[in-house]
């Protein structure tokens, strides 16, 4: 009995070896496709990108480079305008035609903190010089106090810090389980 099972058995293991079997730990390497924004993109939202290596298993090429591969967004948050840059989170759902399950990339847009100072900051030395040349010392203090709210204001409307991943990055994600194939 056992020496009619083995064969089939060995037959099944070469088929999904053939398959493009992934298995976890390995790592993709990914050139996207489009720009992603965390002000603009919502979670579940799917992107498209390419393989940039070919994948190896255990000697054996599963996937060329210049593959598709399609993944999803799992985090979006935009920026704040003073504080809370944006967070963006991605993994992979497929490799050409194998599902897989990945590790996120996430990116975080720029720190608000040192531009928002420089532009409160300058702001309030110009109020300042102003101030003090229309009207002395008491004119410093209240030039101070309007070139502060000056520069807030400018680091309020202009203080949006996105996270990207933008167009033709390379990006690499490592495999947290076994593939499947795709069903269709």
């Known amino acids: 009995m056992l020496r009619r099972i083995l064969p089939i058995v060995t037959v099944l293991l070469a088929t999904a070896l053939a398959l493009g079997q992934i298995p976890a730990g390995t790592h993709l390497t990914v050139r996207m496709g489009s720009e992603i924004s965390s002000g603009t993109a919502k979670v579940g939202q799917s992107f498209e990108g390419t393989l940039a290596k070919d994948v190896v298993v255990g000697g054996k090429t599963v996937a060329k480079a210049g593959s598709p591969v399609h993944g999803k967004v799992t985090l979006a948050k935009s920026s704040g305008r003073l504080h809370a ?57 209240i030039g101070t106090v309007a070139g502060a709210g000056a520069g807030t204001g400018v680091a309020a409307a202009t203080g949006k810090e996105e996270a990207v991943i933008p167009a033709e990055k390379v990006v690499t994600f490592t495999t947290t389980a076994a593939s499947k194939a795709k069903t269709h």
């Open 85 to 141: 840059p944006g967070q963006l989170s991605i993994r992979l759902t497929s490799v050409a035609s194998t599902t897989v399950a990945t590790t996120s990339y996430h990116v975080e847009g720029k720190s608000h903190t040192k531009s928002n100072a420089t532009k409160i900051g300058g702001g309030a030395a110009a109020g300042a010089i102003i101030g003090a040349l229309a009207g002395g010392g008491k004119g410093a203090a």
